[in-house]
């Protein structure tokens, strides 16, 4: 069982930058894993952002974001991280990371394990 904790998240303005990080714990080998993460704002579907397959050569990103964000992954340190740039108050949202053994998808029901979120603001 997979324990994924994200952390990273605050207020920040317009223009601003933010990196989320969510470590996970046990389960097999981190380096096994497809990544990704996913975000919802209140009153909306739980959205794709990015995602990164095992091996860490391959991501994907929803349009709204590419240019903006980077994902990767630090397998030493059972890691991965979401980098945020350019933020832009449609941004805000709780940002979830989320792990699976088979292949990154942009579906979340696709994705086996789950960590509780992370808190991003940005104001105008």
């Known amino acids: 069982q997979v324990q994924l904790v994200e952390s990273g998240g605050g207020l920040v303005q317009a223009g601003g930058s933010l990196r989320l990080s969510c470590v996970a714990s046990?389960?097999?080998?981190?380096?096994?894993?497809?990544l990704a993460w996913f975000r919802q704002a209140p009153g909306k579907d739980r959205e794709f952002v990015a995602d990164?397959?095992?091996?860490?050569?391959?991501?994907d990103y929803i349009d709204s974001v590419k240019g903006r964000f980077t994902i990767s992954r630090d397998d030493a340190k059972n890691t991965v991280y979401l980098q945020m740039k350019s933020l832009k108050p449609e941004d805000t949202a709780v940002y979830y990371c989320?792990?699976?053994?088979?292949?990154?998808?942009?579906?979340?029901?696709?994705?086996?394990?789950w960590g509780r979120g992370t808190q991003v603001t940005v104001s105008s």
């Open positions: 989320a792990a699976d053994l088979d292949r990154c998808t942009r579906s979340p029901k696709d994705y086996t394990y």
């Open positions: 990164i397959t095992w091996s860490g050569d391959i991501y």
């Open positions: 046990y389960g097999r080998h981190f380096s096994e894993y497809a």
